[in-house]
T-cell receptor, first 112, second 113 residues
Framework: EPEVTQTPSHQVTQMGQEVILRCVPI?????FYWYRQILGQKVEFLVS????????KSEIFDDQFSVERPDGSNFTLKIRSTKLEDSAMYFC??????????FGPGTRLTVT | QQQVKQSPQSLIVQKGGISIINCAYE??????FPWYQQFPGKGPALLIA???DVSEKKEGRFTISFNKSAKQFSLHIMDSQPGDSATYFC????????????WGAGTKLIIKP
């Protein structure tokens, strides 16, 4: 069964460093999302991406964040200068049509 | 208005019992209501979903009940099993915000053997 994959599973970085989180969505899906989940809290929407551009973004997704689909398979989230409060699980999701979003296993980002 | 309120925060049910988790929303533009199951250290997995044109949807032991006038929906797990122990999230989305999922706070469900 096709699934969303994410790498790395765990990333530790120092405050102020840049990180890139990678996702491979399900191959025939057209819509891509990033969400984050701070430990013990609810999942929060960051950004949606369709047709090679951002279609929606939340207040969390400020100038420090960017997304890219560098080739036909990968979808990346870049945080330019990480802060302590960026520590969270980051989930990528994709969907083919209007509704069902399928999530990857997540990347645990720890900023020290 | 974008919030989805979920209760209870935690729930303990005996094996074989019925687990019930409730959610409420305000935004009448929401037209898709999924439930996700999450095990520790894993990503959310889509469990079951409903659209507002039906009042109930059943898949195996899992049932969503939907009350459009009350703006509430709930997840019922029949014959609850220890393997159902997980955190359950309700969510909602709207075509006017590109179907981004707005999440409830989650319910930690423990099924006692």
């Amino acid at each position: 069964e096709p699934e969303v994959t994410q790498t790395p599973s765990h990333q530790v970085t120092q405050m102020g460093q840049e990180v890139i989180l990678r996702c491979v969505p399900i191959s025939n899906h057209l819509y891509f999302y990033w969400y984050r989940q701070i430990l013990g809290q609810k999942v929060e929407f960051l950004v949606s991406f369709y047709n090679n551009e951002i279609s929606e973004k939340s207040e969390i997704f400020d100038d420090q964040f960017s997304v890219e689909r560098p080739d036909g398979s990968n979808f990346t989230l870049k945080i330019r200068s990480t802060k302590l409060e960026d520590s969270a699980m980051y989930f990528c999701a994709s969907k083919a049509g209007a509704y069902e979003q399928y999530f990857g296993p997540g990347t645990r980002l720890t900023v020290t | 208005q974008q919030q989805v309120k979920q209760s209870p925060q935690s729930l303990i049910v005996q094996k074989g019992g019925i687990s019930i988790i409730n959610c409420a929303y305000e935004n009448t533009a929401f037209d898709y209501f999924p439930w996700y199951q999450q095990f520790p250290g894993k990503g959310p997995a889509l469990l079951i979903a409903i659209r507002p044109d039906v009042s109930e949807k059943k898949e195996g032991r899992f049932t969503i009940s939907f009350n459009k006038s009350a703006k509430q929906f709930s997840l019922h797990i029949m014959d609850s099993q220890p393997g159902d122990s997980a955190t359950y999230f309700c969510a909602a989305s709207s075509p006017y915000s590109n179907y981004q999922l707005i999440w409830g706070a989650g319910t930690k469900l423990i099924i006692k053997p």
